[in-house]
């Protein structure tokens, strides 16, 4: 199976109601929105800021080995899924990011910086 369509429990989790394509289509729809939201600055600040790059790169690392593919990465599916997960539990815990136009990039917390992480986990798969 491809990285792309790869999913450890097919027909569970956030995007198991769906046929497979569908899955894929609507995990790429995932993360193109959290990349154009907050994905794109956030990459674009982590190459001016080496210290930022790095701390992306240790959570880009804990989700590999979470989503069970440390060295190929987790595909789209499984990667969106994640990602919705790390958004609804910052929905039920009410955190909020500044708009990306007022964030101090050197001082992220932890959300952020895992959102970030799951972006640039797409780009290297090429998801988005």
Known sequence: MSNDTSYSA?????????????????ARSTLNGLMTWLGEPGLAAAREA???????????AAIRDALGDPQ???GAVPLAGYATGVRDALI?????????????WSNLEWPALRLIAICALA???GFV
């Open 10 to 26: 097919a027909g569970t989790g956030a995007f198991g109601d769906f046929s497979e394509a569908t899955r894929r289509s609507v």
């Open 50 to 60: 080496a210290g930022l790059q790095a701390v992306i790169d240790q959570h880009a």
């Open 72 to 74: 190929h990465g987790p």
């Open 92 to 104: 039920e815990a009410q955190w909020q990011l500044p708009p990306t136009t007022e964030i101090d």
């Open 123 to 125: 780009r290297a798969g």
